[in-house]
Nanobody
Framework: VHLVESGGGLVQAGASLRLSCAAS????????MGWFRQAPGKERDFVAA????????YYADSVKDRFTISRDNAKKTLFLQMNSLKPEDTAVYYC?????????????????WGQGTQVTVSS
């Protein structure tokens, strides 16, 4: 599935951003989806994941209670609402599509990826 992220930008600490990940295929509704991020010089880390129906979600401890993952299957779009942003949230954010959530917190569990969108949080 072809994925395109958007919504990144430069914000101050404490601000909010909403990332979007648009899919071009109807098969989007068959996939579990996830968000990962990669800071300079670091590995790509799990942020959040959601089942195909949206009724099951997972979060990394570092973003729990600040970030919310959601999806609109009719619009074939995945979202990540990010509140109370911190400088350590600075990274390129990627959305991924997975056949299942079995390995939802590992990037090897995802079949397709978007190109990423940069999020920079200044202190």
């Amino acid at each position: 599935v072809h994925l395109v992220e958007s919504g990144g930008g430069l914000v101050q600490a404490g601000a909010s951003l909403r990332l979007s990940c648009a899919a071009s295929e109807r098969s989007f509704t068959s996939y579990a989806m996830g968000w990962f991020r990669q800071a300079p010089g670091k590995e790509r880390d799990f942020v959040a994941a959601i089942s195909w129906s949206g009724d099951v979600t997972y979060y990394a401890d570092s973003v729990k209670d600040r970030f919310t993952i959601s999806r609109d299957n009719a619009k074939k779009t995945l979202f990540l609402q990010m509140n109370s942003l911190k400088p350590e949230d600075t990274a390129v954010y990627y959305c991924g599509a997975a056949v299942s959530l079995k390995n939802h917190d590992e990037d090897v569990g995802y079949e397709d990826w978007g190109q990423g969108t940069q999020v920079t949080v200044s202190s």
